[in-house]
């Protein structure tokens, strides 16, 4: 021991030295790049919470003009409002959705947030006819302005030029598209009303301004590609019939009803506004590119810093490695040996006692060169690996054995509970008086689940089912089939049961593990409930679901049963009282079937069992399997 303390000390004083300058020098010449890539990421997430917040400012727009439409006194407009409120209401919740994550300026748009307290309360209002169009119109632009005040909060710390054009191109097109949403909104409302009245000429003057100021700021930073979108969404038909219409409305101040139909207005100034929100959506497109792409940056210097710091380090501890060459090399010879002993002494020994051959149970290590430490230590491990190897085979023969009696006894169990129904079934066809046939059918119930009993057994040592049938069977008679198999059968109900027909060498293996499923689903629920069967066509395969109504299970709970019913888990390393899932598994795995539990949708746990289509078939002829 005092020599393993020896060694190392010596390699402490070789490497901390070095390795601690190293890791200083490493941290400063790296906390630089650290800082540009986690800015980045944070720009990068500012701006997907700029791109949310914007759609949701788009739903409101399209709400508030619809809104004053309908305040106008247009009455068009009502039936649109149910889908837009409602859009606006996704939309909402999307941002939440993006505000749960925690992402930078995220407190300020939820401050922003709360000025849509009353919003249900103004669309009460507005469906009464109480609220005004000027309420609308102001309580919808305040929210909106205010939304996107807090979403472009703190966007000018980027430090990079391109990156704050981006940026503030994003921010420019955002107020266009705002004045051009307010300006559909507030003409459409006046259109509805027939004319301008009060304020709203003056409004509607300064909400063009407005536009047209933003429209102009655009190309002053927008990338080429940006200002030849923005000139081709202010050239497209709709742009001129907006320009067009705004010139009418403008001339025609004093009139007592504007030239210009509400709706007409409304659809071309939907189309321009949409089309300025797509500009603005390849705007913001543009800024998390470019925030990506200054993140990838960083993080490739960062890389290179690191990569030069692992480089001296593995330079220093090269080094030390040299210098202790004598001692690491009888390690490492010994870690091969008995990495040798883990993946192919021991395998092989319990490969050949599954076999039924001798498998050796001495092993040793070659101690030439080695110091008298390491010998000791070679010599304790050939005597773990020896033991493990023993009992590894003392487990592999007992699992060996228990599997072959508990074959023997399942055949045994279920040639003398064949025989046994057999009878019955003689029985039952000489029998006339009702109350004796009916204690007779309750036998051969009886025997027919003691019969499925043993063949739980065959099925978990591996065993195939003798039952066989030469020609398809119809699903529903397969379904009934396993309901017969269960013991309260009268609480199970069919609520849809799709025909086709499965291959008869498999009709006896998928009764049994329906059997095994729909008697956990009547055993988990109260008496007084009903355990419902579903089992339809799909593109996938046949899919049969089995709804129980009982306290269902916890998430831990169904991971581990899940598991179990995977097939890959040893049945003998389980709870007794959980060999159904393990017959369920090793008969999913040998049909190549799918099986999962899940919640109900009120409560109670839903069994699924998927079948592959190859156990399908389209064979005409239907025999009902007993």
């Not at 996704?90 to 992402?103: C, E, S, T, V």
């Not at 020609?471 to 379904?479: A, Q």
């Not at 007084?528 to 579903?534: A, C, G, R």
Request: glycine share 8%; with cysteine.
């Amino acid at each position: 021991m005092r020599k393993l303390r020896s060694i190392r000390h010596r390699l402490t004083l070789l490497l901390a030295l070095p390795l601690g300058v190293l890791v200083v020098l490493a941290g400063l010449g790296t906390a630089a790049q650290a800082s540009r890539y986690t800015e980045a990421g944070r720009t990068s997430d500012r701006v997907a919470l700029v791109v949310a917040a914007e759609e949701l400012v788009h739903q409101l727009q399209r709400e508030r003009g619809l809104t004053a439409g309908l305040l106008g006194g247009d009455e068009s407009f009502r039936a649109q409002l149910p889908g837009r409120r409602a859009a606006a209401d996704q939309a909402r919740q999307a941002l939440d959705r993006q505000l749960a994550a925690g992402p930078p300026g995220a407190e300020a748009v939820r401050k922003a947030l709360a000025s849509l307290s009353t919003l249900a309360a103004l669309r009460g209002r507005a469906d009464t006819g109480s609220a005004t169009r000027v309420d609308a119109l102001g309580f919808f632009t305040d929210a909106i302005t205010g939304l996107t005040s807090a979403a472009f909060a703190d966007q000018s710390a980027s430090g990079d030029q391109r990156l704050q054009d981006a940026l503030t191109t994003l921010r420019a097109l955002c107020d266009a598209t705002e004045a051009a949403a307010l300006e559909r909104g507030t003409l459409n409302g006046v259109l509805a009303a027939g004319s301008f009245k009060g304020a709203d000429y003056p409004s509607f003057v300064r909400i063009t301004a407005v536009k047209s100021a933003a429209l102009a700021q655009v190309p002053r930073t927008a990338t080429p590609a940006r200002t030849s979108s923005l000139d081709a969404a202010l050239r497209t038909p709709a742009a001129v019939s907006v320009a067009g219409m705004e010139q009418q409305a403008l001339a025609g101040y004093a009139a007592e009803r504007l030239p210009v139909k509400a709706a007409d207005w409304w659809s071309a100034a939907s189309t321009q506004v949409d089309d300025l929100q797509r500009v603005q959506a390849e705007a913001a497109q543009e800024s998390r590119a470019r925030a990506e792409e200054l993140r990838s940056a960083a993080l490739g210097s960062l890389l290179v810093d690191l990569g030069l710091a692992v480089v001296a380090v593995a330079g220093a501890v090269a080094l030390g490695v040299a210098a202790t060459r004598s001692i690491t090399r009888p390690i490492a010879a010994l870690v091969a040996e008995a990495n040798a002993l883990a993946d192919r002494v021991l395998p092989d020994a319990v490969a050949k006692v599954q076999e039924g051959l001798e498998a050796p149970v001495g092993l040793s290590s070659a101690g030439a060169g080695r110091t008298e430490e390491l010998v000791e230590l070679a010599a304790a491990l050939d005597q773990v690996a020896g033991t493990a190897v023993r009992l590894a085979v003392e487990q592999s023969v007992l699992r060996r054995n228990t599997a072959a009696s508990l074959a023997n006894l399942g055949r045994r169990n279920q040639a003398l509970v064949t025989r046994q129904l057999g009878f019955l079934t003689t029985l039952e066809r000489g029998e006339h008086d009702p109350g004796a046939l009916a204690d007779l059918f309750e036998l051969d119930h009886l025997a027919t689940r003691m019969r499925r009993n043993a063949e739980s057994l065959l099925v978990l040592v591996g065993e195939v089912s003798p039952r066989r049938w030469a020609r398809p069977v119809g699903m529903g008679d397969v379904i009934r089939s396993a309901l017969g198999e269960v013991e309260d059968y009268r609480r199970v109900v069919l609520r849809q049961v799709d025909e086709t027909l499965l291959d008869g060498g498999s009709v006896a293996e998928v009764a049994h593990l329906l059997a095994e499923l729909v008697e956990n689903a009547v055993a988990a629920s109260a008496s007084d409930t009903d355990v419902e069967v579903f089992a339809r066509v799909s593109g996938a395969g046949y899919l049969i679901a089995v709804q129980d109504r009982g306290t269902g299970m916890d998430e831990t709970e169904l991971e581990r049963a899940n598991a179990r019913l995977t097939g890959q888990e040893s049945f003998l390393v389980g709870r007794s009282g959980l060999l159904g899932h393990y017959v369920v598994g090793r008969l999913a795995a040998r049909l190549g079937a799918r099986v999962r539990l899940a919640p109900s949708a009120t409560h109670g746990v839903t069994a699924t069992v998927l079948l592959p289509p190859h156990l399908l078939t389209q064979a005409q002829a239907i025999v009902v399997g007993t």
